[in-house]
Every structure is written in C-alpha cells, then in structure tokens.
C-alpha cells in the first residue's frame, strides 16, 4: 500500500459517490432467487446491507418471531442488571396455557416460578407463549404495558413497517412486522446480547421434566447457522428467521408466508447458500495496522505513527474481491498538541474509482507542545522552509 497525501479534489470525488448493492448487483448480473412466498430479506449482517430481498418492507403478520422483540427485550435487561437470571418469575394463570395444536408452551405450573434464565429458553427454545406472557407481566406489569416496550424498542432499532400488540405474536389486530425489520431486529440481537445468543443455537431444553426441541431445522443440518427464531400461524404461514457464519463472513435472512416447516428451512438454506456463493467481506486492512510516520510541529516529539482506527472491510460480489484498492489521506505534517485516538486522516477502499468503505486514520500516542523557546525556533524553522 503506497501512502500519499490526496488532493483535496479527489477525495471529494471519491468520497461523494458511493455504490450500492443493487447497483453491484446490477453490474454483476447477479439475479436474487425467487421463491415462493410471501416475503423475504437476506442482510450483510456487517454492514446491515440488503444483498436480496422480496417484498421486504410489507407489514405482515410475524407470528413467533414476535418472540425475537421478547426475548431481546430480556436480554437487554439482563446486560444492564434490571433483572439477573435466578430472578423468579411467576406464572399466572393469565399467562399459563396447557398446549395445543394453536400454540407451543413452556409448561410452568399456574402459579408456580421459573428462573428468568429459564424462561428466556423457554421462549427462544421452545417457543412458549406461557413464557412470554409470564415474563411481559414480570417486567411491565401487563403484556399491553410490554407491547409499548417493544414499540418503543423497535423504533430505537429502525424497525418502521412494525406493530406490536402482544409478546408471543399470536394473531392481534394491528400486530404486524415487515421482513426488514425482522431482519433489523435479528441483527441487533447478534450485536447486542453478547452471551445470551448462544441460547439461540441450542437444539433442545428440558424443564418441567418435557423436553422440547429447537424448531430452527437448521441447527441440525448446517452447523454453520446458530440461530434465531422460527414462527407459524393460519395467518403468517410458516416463517424463519436465521443467521449463518462462514469464513468469517455472516448473513441473516428472514423467510415469512412458506407452506411448510420444510419450505421455510429449504427456502432459508437456498437463500443463504446464494448469498455466500456470490458475495464475500474482504479485509483490507485491520485495525490498529501502521499507516506511516508524520512530522509534528511544536511537540514534544519530532514524529507521529498513525494507524487505522477501525478494520477497513468491505462487502462485495466475490468477481469484484481482486479490483478492491485502497487510498490513504493524511496531511503533511501535524502540530502539538495530539491526543491518542485522534483523527488525522482517512483510509479508503476504493472500486472502480468510488469509495465502497473508509475508516479513520488516528494518532496511536499523545504528544504534547513543547517548550515556548522550542516552539519559537520552529516557527522560524517553518517560516525559512516556506520561504525556500
């Protein structure tokens, strides 16, 4: 990588015109599957970059990926100590159930506890309605009072097409969710439940002595996909959401309004098999990498290093990974005082003339100004250079 100092007039260029994935697509002629049903999204989950995508922002009933809005709702808590996982949750009679062809259930006795770390299983496992209600009356009182909880998270998410009304997403009127937004929601729980996302991948749970097994069907057929959240009603039809890691590169898709369990498992592993067959992250530079050394004025020490601030990655069809170059804007020289982490400059990646990622070049130490003599002699140092 050759670093230079970049006219002004040439980052403006770059940095104005950006390219999207349709239009990488387009330029690919890259076609996104058609499938049938009613909606699906398949995400970078990265970049939040929609790669292939069907009706995507069409509110439509969610069915148990309701529960997703549940349980990460839980999982915030837990992270921030608002709950701790041996807290017990009572079962009321409200939120108990006894099972049936309608809907899955935990199976706590009426007004008897469970832990709250056995309660999210139960919801992310197993699917429980009883769980959801129990733990919606645990944390607001009412599963109306959670609903504005979850509407109120959903918008901190971005999620636009979505209402909630209830916590399990048994049919409600006005309870709906579009497919992005499932999908928004699915990466959020990755990014922001830190240890509590490997519940998702866990193929079954016991508790009240009745195991139950995990209805994702690709747990147990792609070990690379560890997650999230299956859903079905009359109305929803049968629905998916699921997240995929390979080679360091991981997608989400969201697969609503399929005929059969087995379609929306076929459906999400053609969609994900398509998204990794024709798209890769390419690593560029990592962070913390040497960018170069730069003259500092008036400091406490000659000279600056400067690394990447953040890991330069770009998202891209795997027939563009070898036209990927990168450029690198810094100034001349600095002056004191520094402070560590600041930024100095940018670092671009650069296809075909556009700029398709950058991240901040910064000072990997602090200097402070020197002396008054010191910095006097500079400027007349400065003042002969510019002269010359």
């Not at 999982?75 to 100590?81: D, I, T, Y």
């Not at 009072?145 to 999620?159: D, P, T, Y």
């Not at 770009?314 to 990974?321: E, N, S, V, Y």
Request: proline share 3%; net charge negative; aromatic share 6%.
């Amino acid at each position: 990588m050759t670093v230079k100092r970049v006219k002004n007039q040439f980052i403006q260029l770059v940095v104005g015109v950006s390219i999207s994935m349709s239009a990488v697509m387009a330029n690919a002629a890259i076609q996104p599957p058609e499938m049938d049903n009613t909606a699906y999204v398949l995400m970078d989950f990265n970049t939040g970059e929609i790669l292939a995508q069907k009706n995507a922002n069409e509110s439509l009933p969610p069915a148990s990926l309701t529960k997703m809005m549940t349980s990460y709702i839980i999982e915030q808590r837990l992270a921030s100590g608002d709950l701790k996982e041996d807290d017990q949750v009572l079962m009321s009679k409200n939120a108990w159930c006894r099972g049936s062809s309608s809907q899955s259930c935990m199976y706590v006795p009426v007004n008897k506890t469970a832990s709250v770390i056995d309660m999210l299983r139960g919801i992310i496992i197993q699917s429980g309605n009883d769980a959801s209600k129990a733990m919606a009356e645990h944390i607001a009182g009412s599963e109306a009072s959670f609903a504005i909880l979850m509407n109120e998270q959903a918008e901190k998410i971005g999620m636009t097409n979505s209402h909630f009304v209830n916590s399990t997403g048994m049919p409600d009127e006005g309870h709906e969710a579009s497919a992005l937004d499932l999908a928004k929601l699915s990466r959020a729980i990755i990014k922001n439940s830190g240890e509590y996302y490997s519940i998702y991948s866990e193929k079954e749970f016991t508790y009240n002595g009745i195991t139950q097994g995990n209805r994702n069907a690709l747990l147990a057929t792609d070990s690379t996909v560890d997650g999230l959240k299956t859903g079905h009603t009359d109305a929803a039809g049968y629905c998916l959401a699921a997240s995929s890691k390979r080679d360091g590169m991981r997608l989400i898709s969201v697969i609503m309004g399929t005929e059969s369990q087995q379609a929306r498992a076929d459906q999400s592993r053609e969609l994900l098999n398509w998204g990794f067959g024709h798209f890769t992250t390419v690593t560029k530079a990592p962070a913390g990498q040497f960018v170069s050394k730069i003259p500092v004025w008036f400091g406490e020490a000659d000279e600056m290093e400067l690394a990447t601030g953040d890991s330069l990655q770009i998202l891209t069809t795997k027939t563009q990974k070898n036209k990927i170059t990168t450029v690198v804007d810094i100034p001349e020289s600095l002056e004191a005082p520094i402070k560590k982490g600041q930024e100095i400059g940018k670092m671009m990646a650069v296809i075909d003339g556009k700029a398709v990622a950058s991240v901040p070049i910064v000072a990997t130490s602090d200097i402070e100004q020197s002396g008054f003599m010191s910095r006097t002699w500079e400027h007349v140092v400065r003042w002969i250079k510019n002269l010359l």
